[in-house]
């Protein structure tokens, strides 16, 4: 887990998450946009932050989502454009569902992007995603 891939019309551009600065995932006029992000933007100088209205997490405190990476876990972000919505998608135990041992767990985490934009780095054995004000 240390690159995004933006897949579209054919072609993949990839985006390295082990900057700490990270990437900025948000909407450009409707379009889905991948940029490098300018800063680390840390918890303490996040701007505005989310609300239940902008994020559905389970796990996650509002605006903030801290993903385990491990070798046996598999994140994918998806983007709906009919909603403005982005997900993160992830089997957590994907090895499990091959051998027969038990079913492959699925998590799933949306984020709502109008007027925001969520902010993606791998930190550690983790992967982040910050909603932000856009």
């Known amino acids: 887990m240390d690159t995004l891939y933006l897949i579209d019309n054919g072609r993949a551009v990839s985006f390295s998450l082990l900057d700490n600065r990270g990437i900025l995932v948000g909407l450009l006029g409707g379009q889905l946009t991948v940029v490098s992000a300018a800063s680390a933007n840390d918890e303490a100088s996040a701007p505005g932050g989310a609300t239940g209205d902008d994020l ?79």
Not at 60 to 82: C, H, M, Y
């Open 56 to 134: 559905v997490a389970p796990r996650a405190a509002p605006g903030r989502l801290v993903l385990p990476i491990a070798t046996r876990k598999q994140w994918t972000v998806s983007f709906n454009e009919d909603s403005g919505i982005l997900a993160i998608i992830g089997a957590t135990d994907i090895d499990s569902g091959i051998t027969g041992q038990q079913e492959t767990k699925a998590e799933a985490y949306i984020f709502k992007l109008q007027g925001k934009a969520v902010q993606i780095r791998r930190r550690g054995a983790t992967l982040e995603a910050v909603l932000v004000d856009a």
